[in-house]
């Protein structure tokens, strides 16, 4: 999920801009030749929202979680081709069946105060995240720890009572820095608005719903990044964000189908940007607040899962610019059931099973009725995102063909998330996931989750999907893995908590001068440090 703070401010007080004299154009293109790798430059982003948290256990937003990433360090990491390798850790034996890990920690690594990172900040995550009083949604995984413990500075070792497949892969969460946090009430601690971490990047600067500032770590154990510094621009438009893209006000921006497909095909960009396009690793949806008595009745939620378009969501919205989604996962990845029951476009099974349930137009106005109730519910979504709202205007009209009236509110991000999806205050909410690239979405799904902050905020309850859960996660045979996963896929096909509607295409853009990017499955940020603008094409410097 991405937070949206309002405003918006140009900042170059804090960047000297440097003169581009260098006129070798390749082939006529506006493009310059590569000198090659070299330091500097800063790169300017934009996010339709802020951050809210940048102590990664305490935010479950996109923006937060993007810019902890550049700050702190897992001990493990994907590598580009998603396979799971050494970050702060060097390397690890897994022993016992799997039940035993020990990881072996880079030594010489520092936190950006200058401290010495120890196994004992490993110990201190681990702690402060099943530490009840910790309002997290990450517990989870590390609950399913019987020991852990510091063997010597640079040896931390995890004890498991039975197999947990996602075991590993979840010491990828960000490394706490305990001389920091310890002893302290962490949700008041300034690092939730100053982070230290060990991480590429060092924390500059962050003026709320504008910008956030980040330098390089010249000392970064992987090496010193290319890039001097980066800054997010917070622009809650999308539509003033792509200006601001046209006059090089930013550097890099998630495009919009539209702006992909037409707003971009010009020499303009053609010669001064890179566009790049691949099937994103999220899905967005239609979710039902089951709390509401208008969507306890699993009839209703697959008649409006039948009154939806989904081909025309697609067509009409991304462009053709992504896939139907089915259910929590990517298509044509190892967990995906390609069998799971689908809804069609069908308003004449809508309606069926609208009537089975016991809604009826008694007085002829076209709003269906219950108990002397219409049909009448709010859809909520955050500010900023407007494929998310022509979604919405799309779905509101096709409901009204099966006599449900669905209203529209967007909210700027911080009073969609604060005063109405945490506290519960919605009818139905159309939102994104990002999908991990292990199964597990325990947190999601599993009953257990639907607590203040957690991530079931809808109140979904299936006892055969809790057990599915835990059983996908108990054990390290892939079939088996792959069993349940299918298998709590048809049951959400089934009972229809979400509407799952798409997974959109990642359009992201990117200034000509900036180089290395490379194209990977996992995407085009697994490489961001070695990223690099040539000496001649270098446009700012970063003040200290």
């Known amino acids: ?89 060097e390397s690890w034996e897994v022993t016992d069946n799997g039940l035993v890990i020990t990881f072996h920690l880079r030594k010489g690594v520092r936190w950006h105060d200058g401290h010495p990172f120890t196994a004992e900040d490993c110990l201190y995550t681990y702690r402060v995240t099943i530490d009840p009083k910790t309002p997290t949604a990450y517990a989870g995984d590390f609950l399913k720890v019987r020991k852990a413990e510091v063997l010597d500075p640079h040896t931390f070792r995890v004890t498991y009572d039975k197999p947990f497949a996602p075991a590993l892969m979840s010491w990828g969460s960000a490394i706490l820095p305990k001389h920091l946090l310890e002893g302290r009430d962490i949700v008041t601690s300034p690092l ?51 200006l601001e893209l046209r006059t090089k006000g930013i550097d890099r921006m998630g495009l919009t189908p539209l702006q992909y497909t037409r707003q971009t095909d010009s020499n303009l960009f053609r010669n001064h940007f890179n566009k790049y396009r691949y099937l994103s690793f999220s899905y967005t949806y239609l979710g039902y607040n089951l709390k509401n008595p208008k969507f306890a009745d699993k009839r209703v939620r697959q008649a409006i899962a039948y009154a939806i378009n989904k081909e025309e969501i697609i067509r009409g919205v991304l462009l053709g610019l992504g896939r139907e989604a089915a259910g929590p996962y990517k298509p044509g990845t190892w967990p995906y059931n390609p069998k799971v029951r689908k809804y069609s476009h069908d308003p004449a099974k809508a309606r069926s099973l609208l009537a089975e349930a016991g809604w009826r137009d008694g007085d002829g106005d076209g709003i269906l009725e219950k108990g002397g109730e219409p049909f009448v519910f709010e859809i909520i979504t955050n500010q900023g995102n407007e494929v998310r709202a022509k979604t919405a205007e799309i779905i509101q009209r096709r409901l009204a063909e099966v006599g449900i009236r669905a209203k529209i509110r967007v909210l700027e991000w911080a009073a969609f998330v604060n005063d109405f999806i945490s506290k519960r205050k919605f009818d139905a909410t159309i939102l994104g996931w990002t999908i991990p690239l292990d199964p597990d979405s325990y947190d999601v799904w599993h009953s257990s989750k639907t607590g203040p902050d957690e991530l079931n905020f809808i109140s979904f309850s299936n006892r055969e999907v809790d057990d599915l859960l835990e059983k996908g996660r108990s054990t390290f045979d892939l079939a088996q893995r792959k069993q349940a996963y299918f298998r709590i896929q048809e049951i959400l096909a089934e009972e229809q908590p979400y509407t799952f509607l798409y997974v959109p295409d990642a359009l992201p853009i990117i200034h000509a001068r900036i180089r290395g990017v490379e194209p990977a499955p996992l995407g085009i940020g697994h490489n961001f440090i070695r990223w690099y603008v040539p000496r001649g094409e270098q446009r700012y410097v970063m003040t200290k």
């Open 1 to 89: 999920m991405k937070r949206s703070l309002s405003t918006m401010m140009l900042f170059f007080f804090v960047l000297l801009l440097l003169s581009c004299s260098r006129s070798d154009d390749r082939s006529g293109t506006g493009r310059k030749a590569d000198t090659g790798p070299a330091y500097g430059d800063i790169l300017v982003e934009g996010s339709i929202g802020d951050a809210s948290n940048l102590i990664p256990i305490l935010s479950s937003d996109g923006t937060s979680h993007e810019i902890a990433g550049m700050i702190y360090n897992g001990l493990v990491k994907y590598d580009k081709d998603m396979n799971t390798v050494g970050d702060l850790a």
């Open 192 to 242: 939730t608005r100053r982070p230290v971490g060990t991480g590429p990047y060092k924390f500059k600067e962050w003026v709320a719903g504008q910008k956030i500032v980040l330098v390089s770590n010249r000392d970064y154990f992987e090496g010193r990044p290319y890039i001097d510094g980066y800054i997010m621009r917070i622009i809650p438009d999308m539509a003033t964000m792509f």
